[in-house]
């Protein structure tokens, strides 16, 4: 499995239930990714999506321990372990981790790859991403050339995880 994430200087990367910053490449980039995916997100993460509306073309899976939180319209886990279980019968490099903060932080070890935006800008932010250039197991391996919207540089760059760990066993 792959995360991917948009994180500003200080590794934020939400505020009062919301994303810091939206710039539309890093939008199109999220979709190209996960497009015909798998897409892995808390139920945080699944309110705020624009109109509570799952994300097209992909198969959505919510984790929620809630039994009131029902939604035909996507595959609910209430654990990681039934989450291991669901996504057993699909091709790992296409189940992507979307967020947020307590889902990429229960998964991140689980995870091959990381691909984040990197925004250059500080915000006022309420949820982070782990620093992955202080865990020793991530090795950043590409960054793009800077890019530009509105006055905002932002960058995406590529991590990957020397130590991974095999959520099949
Ligand atoms: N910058 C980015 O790329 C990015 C991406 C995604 C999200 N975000 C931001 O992140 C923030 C949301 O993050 P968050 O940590 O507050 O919420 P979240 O991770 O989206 O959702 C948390 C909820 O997920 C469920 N959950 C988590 N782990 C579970 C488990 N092991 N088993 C069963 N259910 C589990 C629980 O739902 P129940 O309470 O229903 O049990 C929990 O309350 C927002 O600000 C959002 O905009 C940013």
Redesign the pocket.
Known sequence: MKAI???DLNWG???G????QMIPEDMKFFKEKTLGKIVV?????FE?LPGKAPLKDRINIV????EF?KDDRIII????NELFHEIEKYDTDDVFI??????YT?FLSYCSEAYLTKIENTYLAD?KFANLDKEKTWERVSISDSKNYNNIQYSFLKYVNNQLINYNK
Do not use: D
């Not at 239930?17 to 810091?20: A, D, I, R, Y």
């Not at 886990?77 to 990681?80: F, P």
């Not at 979307?98 to 889902?103: D, L």
């Open positions: 994430v948009a994180v990367i939400g505020c239930g919301k994303l810091l997100m808390g139920r945080e993460t705020s984790l929620s321990k809630s939180f886990c209430r654990s990681l979307i967020g947020g903060e307590s889902v229960q949820k």
